[in-house]
Nanobody, 124 residues
Framework: QVQLVESGGGLVQAGGSLRLSCAAS????????MGWFRQAPGKEREFVAAINRGGTNTYYADSVKGRFTISRDNAKNMVSLQMNSLKPEDTAVYYC?????????????????WGQGTQVTVSS
């Protein structure tokens, strides 16, 4: 089992940057695919980015490609999401998630563990 705690959310102006971090408990962090999802008010949860267990492959939603970068540090049990050129439509609660088995990264229903979420608000 793994516990996930996100941090780094906040209020930023359009065009600005934020870095989200997710700290994971447990000694098997490198066994998990890690993902970031977000949910805006009145909208469905959506995939943002994911990274494979070794950190060699990354995956992004089209809406964030070229602006967001996911990375992980297995030695520190940490995954991060660097968000640049933020837009008002990026406003949402961002969740860190971990998946133990399989390789499909895009569906939230396949992830086993979730953090509590961190609010990101981008003002225009």
């Amino acid at each position: 089992q793994v516990q996930l705690v996100e941090s780094g959310g906040g209020l930023v102006q359009a065009g600005g940057s934020l870095r989200l971090s997710c700290a994971a408990s447990g000694r098997t962090f490198d066994s998990y695919i890690m993902g970031w999802f977000r949910q805006a008010p009145g909208k469905e949860r959506e995939f943002v980015a994911a990274i494979n267990r070794g950190g060699t492959n990354t995956y992004y939603a089209d809406s964030v490609k070229g602006r967001f970068t996911i990375s992980r540090d297995n030695a520190k049990n940490m995954v991060s999401l660097q968000m640049n050129s933020l837009k008002p439509e990026d406003t949402a609660v961002y969740y860190c998630a971990a998946r133990l088995r399989g390789t499909y990264v895009y569906s939230g229903s396949t992830y086993d563990y979730w953090g509590q979420g961190t609010q990101v608000t981008v003002s225009s």
